[in-house]
C-alpha cells in the first residue's frame, strides 16, 4: 500500500500550514480571549479557495476531494480551532445539503455565493429534545397555499448568525410522521438569531439557538422529496464526522507540537525536561496515537472519494480522534507544569477546545452505537 500523499495533497497541506502558522497563529488568542469571529481570515480563506475546497469548480468549489478537504481542516485545527469548526461546519453541513440534494435552481442560487465564503452555510438540525435522538425533531412546517410556516427552534447552530451568514438548511416535521428538510435564508421573517453561547470552548466560532415563528419560506424551498430529511441529515452527518475527526487529528498534534518545543525549552534539575523518561514517555504515545489516528481520518476520507461505503470507518475516525485530542491537550497542559494553565499559552485554548469534539457531530455514545450496528451487534 502507497501512504505517500500526491504530490497535489502535499501542495494543499503546505499552502494550508502557511496560511495558518503565518495568519491564524497570531491572532488566535486574542480572537478566543475577545471572543470575536474571524471575518478577515474567514475572507482570506474564501480567497484561496478552501472555503469551496471539496467542490466542482463548475459549481465554484476549488475541485478537492475529501482528503484535500481533511488536510486543510487538520492543518487549521493544529492552529486554531475556532477556524477550524467555522470552515468545517460552513463546508460539511451548510454547502453539502445544497450541492447533495438542493433542485438546479438552489445550486444555482446558493452554490457560487457558498463555495467562494461570500456567504457561510449552516445547517439546523440540534433541537431542545432532539439532539442524539435526532427523529425526535419537534420543529414543524405546514404547507399554506404554496408556503412552508415553520415553527420551532434549533440549538447549538454554527454559523447562523454572523454578519455574512446567507442559509440555514433545517430540519422539520412535515407530516405526522415526516421530516424534510428546509432552506432558510437569513433575513426571513419570523426567523430569529439568539444571542451566542457562552462556551468553554471555539469562543471565536458563531454557535447560537434559532427560533422560527409562522416563518414562512416558498414552496420550492423544500431540499430534495418531500419526507426525505431524515436519510438525508445521516449522510451529512457522515462527511461531518470526516471533518470533526480531522479536527481532532490537528488539535492532537497542534498539542503534541507545542509541547514538545516546551519540554526541549523548560530547564530542571539540570537538563531539559525533554530528557526525562517519564515526559519522553508521554510525548512517545501521542506521536504514535496520532499517527494511527491520522492514518484512520485518511483511511475515511479514501473511501469516501472512491464512492466506497464510508459510515463505518468515519465513525470510527471521529470516536478515536475526539478521545485522542483531549487526552493529548491534558497531556500538553500536564507536561507544561503550571503555565499550561496560563491562558496566554495555546495548550490552554487547545484544552479548552478538545472536549467538544467527543459531543458534536454525534457523541461518543452514538459513535458506538453506529460502530456496533456495522459489526451486528
Excluded at 292 to 298: D, F, G, I, S
Amino acid at each position: 500500500m502507497l501512504f505517500a500523499l500526491s504530490d497535489q495533497h502535499q501542495a494543499i497541506q503546505r499552502t494550508v500550514r502557511d496560511f495558518a502558522t503565518g495568519e491564524v497563529a497570531p491572532v488566535a488568542e486574542e480572537l478566543d480571549r475577545t471572543k470575536s469571529f474571524p471575518y478577515e481570515i474567514v475572507r482570506k480563506l474564501g480567497e484561496l479557495g478552501l472555503m469551496g475546497i471539496p467542490f466542482p469548480e463548475e459549481v465554484g468549489g476549488a475541485g478537492g476531494d475529501t482528503l484535500a478537504y481533511a488536510l486543510a481542516v487538520e492543518e487549521l485545527t493544529r492552529v486554531d480551532s475556532s477556524v477550524a469548526i467555522t470552515l468545517c461546519a460552513h463546508t460539511s453541513l451548510g454547502t453539502q445539503p445544497i450541492y447533495l440534494f438542493g433542485s438546479e435552481q438552489q445550486k444555482a442560487e446558493w452554490l457560487p455565493k457558498l463555495t467562494s465564503g461570500e456567504v457561510l452555510g449552516a445547517f439546523g438540525l440540534t433541537e431542545p429534545d432532539a439532539g442524539s435522538d435526532a427523529g425526535n425533531t419537534k420543529t414543524r412546517a405546514e404547507l399554506r397555499d404554496g408556503t412552508w410556516v415553520i415553527n420551532g427552534a434549533k440549538q447549538f447552530i454554527t454559523n447562523a448568525g454572523t454578519d455574512i451568514s446567507g442559509v440555514v438548511a433545517i430540519t422539520a416535521k412535515t407530516g405526522e410522521r415526516e421530516i424534510s428538510n428546509l432552506l432558510v435564508p437569513n433575513g426571513t421573517p419570523g426567523y430569529d438569531q439568539g444571542e451566542p453561547y457562552r462556551k468553554m470552548g471555539w469562543n471565536a466560532s458563531d454557535t447560537r439557538p434559532l427560533t422560527f415563528t409562522d416563518c414562512e419560506v416558498p414552496e420550492d424551498h423544500l431540499l430534495g422529496p418531500r419526507g426525505s430529511g431524515f436519510k438525508q441529515f445521516l449522510k451529512i452527518l457522515d462527511i461531518g464526522r470526516i471533518g470533526v475527526a480531522a479536527m481532532g487529528v490537528g488539535l492532537a498534534q497542534g498539542a503534541l507540537d507545542e509541547a514538545l518545543a516546551y519540554a526541549k525549552e523548560r530547564q530542571a534539575f539540570g537538563q531539559s525536561i525533554s530528557k526525562f523518561q517519564a515526559i519522553q514517555a508521554k510525548l512517545a504515545d501521542m506521536a504514535t496515537e496520532i499517527e494511527a489516528a491520522r492514518l484512520l481520518v485518511y483511511k475515511a476520507a479514501w473511501l469516501k472519494d472512491q464512492g466506497e461505503d464510508f459510515s463505518l470507518t468515519a465513525a470510527q475516525a471521529k470516536l478515536k480522534t475526539g478521545r485522542l485530542a483531549v487526552k493529548c491537550s491534558e497531556e500538553a497542559v500536564q507536561i507544561h507544569g503550571g503555565y499550561g494553565f496560563i491562558e496566554e499559552y495555546p495548550v490552554c485554548r487547545f484544552y479548552r477546545d478538545a472536549k467538544i469534539l467527543t459531543i458534536g457531530e454525534g457523541t461518543d455514545e452514538v459513535q458506538q452505537m453506529v460502530i456496533a450496528r456495522a459489526l451486528g451487534a
